[in-house]
């Protein structure tokens, strides 16, 4: 599975966004060019990256485990007797 990011950015700050979405994972697929490069107003470009996502994060225990009769001896230790 992957999540999808598109950004529409200045052609000057190219570098310090592909830095950025690098930082968070994710792999730069696309650079499509808008407009023309003649007009008076800076060049913007369209990016489109990708980052892969696992499909079942791991599950970590929370908290202790429960205790049961069975195990009772087990945690706290053999009571005297």
């Given at each position: 599975?992957?999540?999808?990011?598109?950004?529409?950015?200045?052609l000057s700050l190219m570098e310090q966004?592909?830095?950025?979405?690098?930082?968070?994972?994710?792999?730069?697929?696309?650079?499509?060019?808008?407009?023309?490069?003649?007009?008076?107003?800076?060049?913007?470009?369209?990016?489109?990256?990708?980052?892969?996502?696992?499909?079942?994060?791991?599950?970590?225990?929370?908290?202790?485990?429960?205790?049961?009769?069975?195990?009772?001896?087990?945690?706290?230790?053999?009571?005297?007797?």
């Open positions: 599975m992957f999540e999808w990011r598109i950004n529409q950015i200045r966004v592909l830095n950025h979405m690098e930082r968070q994972g994710f792999e730069v697929q696309n650079i499509i060019p808008i407009g023309s490069a003649n007009s008076n107003s800076e060049q913007e470009v369209i990016l489109a990256g990708k980052k892969h996502l696992d499909r079942q994060p791991a599950l970590k225990p929370i908290g202790a485990p429960a205790v049961t009769d069975q195990d009772i001896d087990t945690i706290y230790g053999k009571s005297p007797g």
